[in-house]
Nanobody
Framework: QVQLVESGGGLVQPGGSLRLSCTAS????????MKWYRQAPGKQRELVAA????????IYGDSVKGRFTISRDNAKNTVYLQMNSLKPEDTAVYYC?????????WGQGTQVTVSS
């Protein structure tokens, strides 16, 4: 059974930091590109960051460049999103995604709220 389980979300003040984790099971994690998406109320889901399976190249959405860092630990079947200098506009549900065509899996999401 495929599972992606996110954790690490919560309430943080502007300027603060959070680290999200997504632990995978039920598939060969190291073979999949991993991504973080987010969706704010009333907005479309957007790509936050992605990391390749083997080469581990990374890409970031324009709104998070320089503040967020994606990384992975294939030994732990886990992908991370380090979020620094958080802003109120970062408030959203953050989703973990695993993809290797034609397969794609999603986590259930974790809420991140940035507010004073």
């Amino acid at each position: 059974q495929v599972q992606l389980v996110e954790s690490g979300g919560g309430l943080v003040q502007p300027g603060g930091s959070l680290r999200l984790s997504c632990t995978a099971s039920g598939f060969t994690f190291s073979n999949y590109a991993m991504k973080w998406y987010r969706q704010a109320p009333g907005k479309q889901r957007e790509l936050v960051a992605a990391i390749g399976s083997i080469e581990r190249s990374t890409i970031y959405g324009d709104s998070v460049k320089g503040r967020f860092t994606i990384s992975r630990d294939n030994a732990k079947n886990t992908v991370y999103l380090q979020m620094n200098s958080l802003k109120p506009e970062d408030t959203a549900v953050y989703y973990c995604n695993a993809r290797r065509n034609p397969y794609e899996y999603w986590g259930q999401g974790t809420q991140v709220t940035v507010s004073s």
